[in-house]
């Protein structure tokens, strides 16, 4: 693993490109998922340890390493430098997989249609991970600065590497107590409506 700059600044975007590549190339049979993808404009924020942040843009459907928060970010990801490590280790270069793993989709994209849903969210929440080495990040919806959080969701690590997967959906862990939330249950009820809803 590599420097949180090396990876929000370079991996994360070559990957997040990567996939906007491999629709264009399937061609006129990717072409309608391709229009949606080129039409999501905007920004995410990351905040490690309260004190390095990087700034994401994504203009027609590709991704960059921005100076600032131009735009104002769609979300925020706020976590400390372990929880970078383990971040990498579970998700790889595509931290927008946490979003994915919620819709129980590993081929999960934004589209203009669930963005506006997610700019309708104004809160904050914690996903914790349990299990032998723990770890967690916040996910912060509206302006700066990042408050704390007012939910908590809670998930052993074998079910969040199956809804990363798509091999566990959000209901079926809800139902099976694989997840447990804590607090206000806003936040996180309409984030998964809205990354839950159709292309």
Request: aromatic share 6%.
């Amino acid at each position: 693993m590599g420097s949180a700059a090396s990876y929000f600044e370079k991996r994360v975007p070559e990957a997040w490109n990567r996939r906007l590549a491999e629709q264009v190339a399937r061609g006129a049979e990717g072409a309608e998922l391709l229009g949606k993808m080129r039409a999501a404009d905007f920004g995410l924020e990351v905040v490690v340890a309260d004190s390095e942040r990087y700034h994401l843009g994504v203009a027609q459907g590709s991704m960059r390493a921005l100076p600032s928060a131009d735009p104002q970010p769609v979300v925020t990801l706020a976590l400390g430098e372990a929880d970078l490590g383990r971040l990498e280790e579970t998700v790889g270069p595509s931290p927008m997989s946490l979003l994915g793993g919620v819709a129980g989709n590993p081929d999960f994209v934004l589209t203009p249609a669930r963005l506006d849903g997610l700019r309708e969210i104004k809160g904050t929440m914690r996903i914790e991970v349990t299990g032998e080495r723990p770890w967690g990040v916040v996910l912060h919806f509206g302006g700066p600065p990042v408050p704390a959080p007012t939910t908590t969701v809670a998930i052993g690590d074998e079910a969040f590497q199956q809804l990363i997967a798509g091999a566990l959906d959000l209901q079926g862990a809800f139902m099976s107590q694989k997840l447990t939330l804590a607090g206000d249950v806003e936040v996180p009820m309409k984030m998964a409506m809205a990354i839950m809803s159709p292309e």
